[in-house]
């Protein structure tokens, strides 16, 4: 059975720090990782996505994977409170597969 | 483009009763799921279609649930009969379909279902 595990939170930072979201996965076959946002009562929404090992950048967002290990990681950098929210881990497959969420990580930023 | 629409937005009923819900995917995408979030279990799979045909049905829980996709702008859902155990959040999802591995969902709002 595929596993995806996240701390369900919630992560509480202060305005400003870095926020570092942890996602460990059991599928070996995962090619992607998405990384989702969802604000409370609202759709989840793609934040961004990584494919290999290292690091990904865009914006204040940084995206890290290590297949050997199994872990894939989301930093926020600059947290702001409009950043608070719960933030889904979904490995895939492959692109046309559907995805596998964890419970996701509700994130606090405090001001 | 209006994303993914979805009705109705809410839905209240009575245990026993049926219930369809609707999406409309984003026009030019080729592949549509289905996706179920609860607090308890989180956001899983209930189906998916690629060019309307189903392709993986593993997730529905039981045959009170089916789905449907008539043509490439239409899907629904139906729970028949619902019990109080169906309330949730039932996402419709679209993609475009892609060999890169890279392919990204776009997810409607949601229908919030409660069942008395």
């Known amino acids: 059975q595929k596993e995806v595990e996240q701390n369900s939170g919630p992560l509480s930072v202060p305005e400003g720090a870095i926020a570092s979201l942890n996602c460990t996965y059991s599928?070996?076959?995962?090619?992607?990782f998405f990384w989702y946002r969802q604000y409370s009562g609202k759709s989840p929404e793609l934040i961004m996505f990584i494919y290999s090992n290292g690091d990904k950048e865009d914006g204040r967002f940084t995206a890290q994977l290590n297949k050997a290990s199994q872990y894939v990681s989301l930093l926020i950098r600059d947290s702001q409170p409009s950043d608070s929210a719960t933030y889904l881990c979904a490995p895939s497959t492959s692109g046309n597969t559907p995805l596998v969420f964890g419970k996701g990580t509700r994130l606090s930023v405090i001001a | 483009d209006a994303g993914v629409i979805q009705s109705p937005r809410h839905e209240v009923t009575e245990m026993g009763q049926e219930v369809t819900l609707r999406c409309k995917p984003i026009s030019g995408h080729d592949y549509l799921f289905w996706y179920r979030q609860t607090m308890m279990r989180g956001l899983e799979l209930l189906i998916y279609?690629?060019?309307?045909?189903?392709?993986?049905d593993s997730g529905m829980p039981e045959d009170r649930f089916s789905a449907k996709m008539p043509n490439a702008s239409f899907s629904t859902l139906k729970i028949q009969p619902s019990e109080p155990r169906d309330s949730a959040v039932y996402f419709c999802?679209?993609?475009?379909?892609?060999?890169?591995?890279?392919?990204?969902?776009?997810f409607g709002p949601g229908t919030r279902l409660t069942v008395l």
């Open positions: 999802a679209s993609s475009r379909g892609s060999s890169g591995g890279t392919d990204t969902q776009y």
């Open positions: 599928d070996r076959g995962s090619q992607s």
């Open positions: 279609f690629n060019n309307n045909v189903p392709i993986d």
